[in-house]
């Protein structure tokens, strides 16, 4: 069975930094594209960044520059390095796979994890 978990959430002061983590298990890494997502109370789910094997990233307007995200395949896990972060950052961030190219539409992905919230205070 495939799984995808998260860890590393919690709480921080605006403009502090937090480190996500995402492993997944029951299918080989190499080959997916990994994904994170967020959902803030109300809103819809909304795509975050993505990298793929070979290593090419992506990032939503809203979190470039402030955000990195990398992939150790040898452990089949992703990152999300989180910094400056902002109260607006406030959301459940989901990791996600795909056994195809890149996406950034929810629909498009295989796989998903449980979601850990992130909380950050003004």
């Known amino acids: 069975q495939v799984q995808l978990v998260e860890s590393g959430g919690g709480s921080v002061q605006a403009g502090g930094s937090l480190r996500l983590s995402c492993t997944a298990s029951?299918?080989?890494?190499?080959?997916?594209?990994m994904g994170w997502f967020r959902q803030a109370p109300g809103k819809d789910r909304e795509w975050v960044a993505a990298?793929?094997?070979?290593?090419?990233?992506r990032y939503a307007d809203s979190v470039k520059g402030r955000f990195t995200i990398s992939q150790d395949i040898s452990k089949n896990t992703m990152y999300l390095q989180m910094n400056s972060l902002k109260s607006d950052d406030t959301a459940m961030y989901y990791c996600?796979?795909?056994?195809?190219?890149?996406?950034?539409?929810?629909?498009?992905?295989?796989?998903w994890g449980q979601g850990i919230q992130v909380t950050v205070s003004s």
């Open positions: 990298i793929d094997t070979g290593g090419y990233t």
């Open positions: 029951g299918y080989t890494y190499s080959g997916f594209c």
């Open positions: 996600a796979a795909r056994n195809h190219g890149c996406s950034r539409w929810e629909a498009d992905f295989d796989y």
